[in-house]
């Protein structure tokens, strides 16, 4: 299975580093996120990647290349041109996925111990044609779930803006926990070009009953903060 990691993102939020640094290069203990990550999702078998660049591209070009991509086979979608959020990045980066039957995305800027292999068994067996990991952890926006795990709705808990579909009324609201396990057959779905957010598309395509969540309790931390280097440093050594 090929996996496409989001690294394109210009990390405002890790300021003062990505100034002069993409966020994909901010180290962990010593390690920066992007080997890790590398390196956690081959400890799964998973050797096959796509990485998407922008903010400071050529810094994650020369890393990969100083250490002969860590022994994975790596394509670049670059989005030197324009920045084009998840799912323009996707789009962009279907040349190379739209021949496997599934991969999975990960952003650059999560860490977590998560048994992807368990993830991707569920995608398998649920059938579905997107699989999102969410666990049940404090976060400004939620992802809302019917009984059955399929995706039904979205809050943001800050503005209690929210979005549901099928007139459901108890739902359950688990955050996202940026990795998703998605069928080749999204890109004839899509209904967007250019720049926009997948998120935006699933909130389309969950009026479908075709996207479930993985309920985990694992540790993960998103790097977006200086501050959350700290907690991460705890955690991933």
């Not at 640094?21 to 890790?36: C, D, I, Q, S, T």
């Not at 030197?80 to 650059?108: C, D, P, Q, W, Y």
Request: net charge neutral.
């Amino acid at each position: 299975m090929k996996a496409l990691i989001f690294a394109a993102g210009k990390g405002t939020r890790l300021k003062p580093f990505t100034d002069e640094h993409p966020k994909a290069l901010a180290k962990v203990n010593g390690v920066p996120l992007l080997e890790r990550n590398i390196k956690y999702l081959q400890g799964f078998g998973i050797n096959d990647f796509v990485i998407n660049i922008h903010h400071f591209g050529g810094q994650i070009l020369a890393f990969l290349a100083e250490n002969d991509n860590f022994g994975a086979n790596i394509e670049i979608s670059n989005e030197h041109e324009e920045l084009l959020e998840t799912g323009g990045g996707l789009l962009l980066a279907k040349r190379f996925l739209e021949n496997e039957k599934s991969f999975l995305i990960m952003n650059v800027d999560i860490l977590t111990d998560l048994n992807i292999s368990n993830f991707i068994r569920l995608h398998e067996t649920k059938g579905a044609m997107i699989t999102l990991a969410v666990s049940d952890r404090d976060s400004s926006r939620k992802l809302m779930f019917n009984d059955k795990m399929f995706l039904k709705g979205w809050r943001n808990l800050q503005t209690n803006k929210k979005t549901v579909v099928g007139g459901i009324f108890k739902l359950r609201e688990l955050a996202f926990s940026g990795v998703h396990c998605v069928n080749s057959e999204i890109f004839d779905k899509f209904t967007r070009t250019g720049k926009f957010s997948i998120m935006d598309e699933y909130m389309e395509l969950m009026k479908e009953d075709i996207i479930v969540g993985y309920q985990h309790t694992s540790n993960l931390v998103d790097v977006g903060r200086p501050e959350s280097i700290v907690e991460a440093e705890r955690i991933f050594r």
